[in-house]
């Protein structure tokens, strides 16, 4: 039975004065939870012995919070007044060292994200957790707000590892700790085509208090015992369900998860825009022992998965003419930025002998495109120096279009892009979400960003299915 919350303890305002609690099978709403703001934000937790099938809600105690309960997962809906003036430092105080919340409020964040407003009481609690919110949301400061909350800079050992699946994805999490860090927090970088030699004097010198890493070159070090968990506390998997669902990954990450740590001895948060049947993998989780059985399904926005200021469009035609309909686009939308996706080489295709679909774009647009855009690639195949120039240019502005494969549709932050063409069919709805997300990355503005796919009137069918998956609109457009 669900237990009713106690929220005598609480107050917020004045006019909340009168507590009550309305709890049905699937929904809890917490009607009136007073609370001063100046007190930290406190938890409230009720909890079935857990199974897949009990329901564990976790609550954090604000006025006119609603909850929607299903299993062991929970959205809470948007609120208003109160809720919106809280800031990052009101729900951080007492958890956050200051100085790291001072650098937060000079890089910019002020106001939480919706994901940020309900997951850090939750983190801040200790609780396992898996943080599932649109692309562009703020997941990233929600999971580095904890570490810092929970590693102490004085102690040398890692304390908190973030496992990433790509190097670019790497690269970008361990900008943004360094950025909000202090020096006494030392953070490494151990990312596939870095210098392991280097990274091995470091670690026999001094283990990092924070390392960010893809599975690869982690595992590596882990079996030279170049690298010990024992003060791990804190353990981050971000993208998790494409490092789940990639052959090359999934055997790391389990070995990670169960051999290399325990989850008694870590708080485990796993984090992405898509975790597909989610019931499923939160049953996973605690069968697996990938977390706690308490784990917490933190779910913002479930019945948007894509960010509303979005628009999706599509272009029907035929192969031969999508160069030249890229042109054209380009031409008439005027782009601040881009990113063109092309999908991967086919076997077959190199068998007979064709040039990558992605060098034949750049082709085009080198020869052909009228813009002063700097033109870029990053693709696999790519060796690991010229993918960092391509990142690394990028990330210092200026205008581009970027041509890539879906290397650069995980978690890959480049606010500037304004729009986005799928020049192929992204194949599946999970990759069309995450390429979409690569734009419309401003957390509070309103302007509209542009996702386009050029299709074949055979595709057509294939988009609308991630239509009615992802629950958007795709108008078509004629040139
Ligand atoms: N509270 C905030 N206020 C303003 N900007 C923010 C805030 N939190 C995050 N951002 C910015 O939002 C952008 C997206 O954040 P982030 O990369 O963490 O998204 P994400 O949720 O991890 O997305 P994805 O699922 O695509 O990886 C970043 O540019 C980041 O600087």
Redesign the pocket.
Known sequence: MIQPLDTSSSTLSSSSSSSSSLIDSNTCTITTIKQKLETEMQCLSWSFPCSFTSKTCFISSLNNTSIHSHSSSLSISPITSQHQLLT?QHICKHHVPQHILQRVEEV??????E??RQALPVLFSGRDCILH??????????YLLLIFSVINTQRSAVQALIVVPTRE?GM?VAK?ARLLADKSCTIMALLDGGTLKRQKTWLKAEPPTIIVGTLGSLCQMLEKHMIKLESMRVLIV??VDFMFNSSNQVSSLRKLLISYSSINNRQTIF???SIPQHRRFLYDCIQQKWTKSDVVHIHANPIQPMPARLEHRFLICSRSEKHSALLSLLQSDTPQSAIIFVNEQSEKSKKAGNAPATTVVIDALKNSHQGSHEVLLLEEKLNFNSRAASFAELRQGGSYLLVATDIAG????L?DTTHIYNFDLPKDAVHYL?RA??TG????SESKCVVTSLITSEERFVLQRYENELLFVCKELFL
């Open positions: 990052l910019g964040y002020i106001t939480p994200t994901i940020q919110a649109q692309t562009g949301s703020g997941k990233t400061l929600a994805l970008q943004v971000d993208e984090a992405s825009a995980r978690g890959v932050d606010p995450h997300g690569r990355r401003k957390p509070f």
